[in-house]
């Protein structure tokens, strides 16, 4: 259990800094891709190099899904293995990152529009730990997942990722994990091992277009309500689980903040593992 007194030299420790830690949004695809040299996860390498070491990173994944809010609050989150049909060096890899209770606490008390349970059973998920393993291989810095609660609609997770702009001031890394194409059900491969390569069915590719230059132009709203923007949107998307996180990264966009594109490809035909950095 947390003391008091680890809390407050904790997020005493999280100074405010002049630089906004950058937000990202990672097309997170096969979980293979925790093992895998690929030119995916080498960008995801290239990028942690890029941006500011994190003091800690804060990760929503569009596998985390809830009724309600919950923040891992946990010393040592688990590494869980939530897929079949991959190999047993797959199934048995592990990343022993560190969580943080004080910042699951602080984290918990930004947000305001509901109240959030502090977690001590999940861990992280594929969605979380494919990515930061590649990253952060060292496992040293302090991993926490938020979830999303399945129950409510995009305008609401937007409105809630808000809330969390505070910790962008104190070298927080938000990551947001999705894909903002993503249909399981129309992939193009005989099997697991196809899952990377390049090819993008055509309404698969007009709706990352279309993400694109929403993105690009700021137009978050429409970005909220996007299953108007085209009749391939319900094919692009046909739940928002992997979606949603998308929306978590765009609502911490300051005002004057641009936004850049990378791994920006279609795979498997119904997946696309475009990804967005913001500041």
Not at 197 to 210: F, T
């Amino acid at each position: 259990m947390t003391t008091l007194t680890a809390f407050n030299h904790f997020t005493s420790s999280l100074k405010e800094q002049d630089q906004l830690m950058p937000v990202l949004f990672v097309g997170h695809g096969s979980p293979t891709n925790a093992l895998e040299d690929n030119e995916f996860t080498i960008r995801w390498k290239q990028m942690a190099k890029q941006i500011p070491v994190p003091k800690a990173v804060l990760i929503v994944s569009a596998h985390w899904l809830t009724r309600g809010t919950h923040i891992t609050a946990m010393e040592k989150p688990k590494t869980i293995h939530d897929f079949g049909g991959f190999s047993r060096e797959l199934n048995e890899a592990r990343y022993p990152a560190p969580g943080n209770p004080a910042l699951a606490k602080e984290t918990a008390s930004l947000i305001k529009s509901t109240n959030v349970g502090l977690d001590h059973d999940w861990g992280l998920d594929h969605g979380a730990w494919s990515v930061v393993m590649q990253m952060y291989p060292e496992a040293n810095i302090p991993m926490l997942q938020l979830s999303m609660d399945y129950y409510k609609p995009a305008q609401y997770h937007y409105d809630l990722a808000k809330e969390l702009a505070a910790l962008r001031k104190k070298g927080v890394l938000i990551l947001a994990s999705g894909n903002m194409v993503h249909n399981l059900g129309m992939l193009a491969i005989r099997d697991f091992s196809e899952i990377n390569n390049e090819y993008g069915y055509d309404w698969a590719l007009e709706m990352n277009e279309i993400f694109k230059s929403k993105i690009t132009n700021g137009d978050h709203q429409a970005l909220i309500n996007y299953e108007k923007l085209s009749k391939s949107a319900k094919l692009a998307v046909p739940s928002p689980d992997h979606y949603y996180p998308l929306l978590y990264a765009l609502a911490l966009q300051g005002k004057n903040e641009g936004s850049s594109f990378f791994n920006d490809k279609a795979v498997a035909g119904s997946l696309t593992m475009t990804s967005v950095k913001i500041g």
